[in-house]
């Protein structure tokens, strides 16, 4: 069993920066292509960086960067110059290579393991 708990979210303007955490417990194999979706309502879930950052969004390339502590224990999304549009729902999950593409990122979470989410709100 995972356990994911995202935090970091807040409200901030536009041309801010915010950096969420995901803190991971449970089976380490299951933490591979640890990534970042985020949901706005009426929208579909989308990977914004995947597979600890091999792949980014254009929508987010360049401003959006993932880390994590050397412990692997907490995965980082650090987003800078922050705009309205990334307003939107937070989400790390673990991702199956089937569900993983280079060219594409991440499609969705393994065995469905998401945390709660984090909400990140920017204004203009």
């Known amino acids: 069993q995972v356990q994911l708990m995202e935090s970091g979210g807040g409200s901030v303007q536009a041309g801010g920066s915010l950096r969420l955490s995901c803190v991971l417990s449970?089976?380490?194999?299951?933490?591979?292509?640890m990534s970042w979706f985020r949901q706005v309502p009426g929208k579909e879930r989308e990977g914004v960086a995947c597979a600890y950052g091999n792949f980014y969004a254009d929508s987010v390339k360049g401003r959006f960067t993932v880390s994590q502590d050397s412990a692997e224990s907490t995965v980082y999304l650090q987003m800078n110059d922050l705009n309205p549009e990334d307003t939107a729902m937070y989400y790390c999950?673990?991702?199956?290579?089937?569900?993983?593409?280079?060219?594409?990122?991440?499609?969705?979470?393994?065995?469905?393991?998401w945390g709660q989410g984090t909400q990140v709100t920017v204004s203009s």
């Open positions: 999950a673990p991702v199956l290579r089937s569900d993983y593409s280079d060219d594409s990122g991440c499609r969705t979470a393994a065995f469905g393991y």
């Open positions: 449970g089976d380490t194999v299951r933490r591979a292509y």
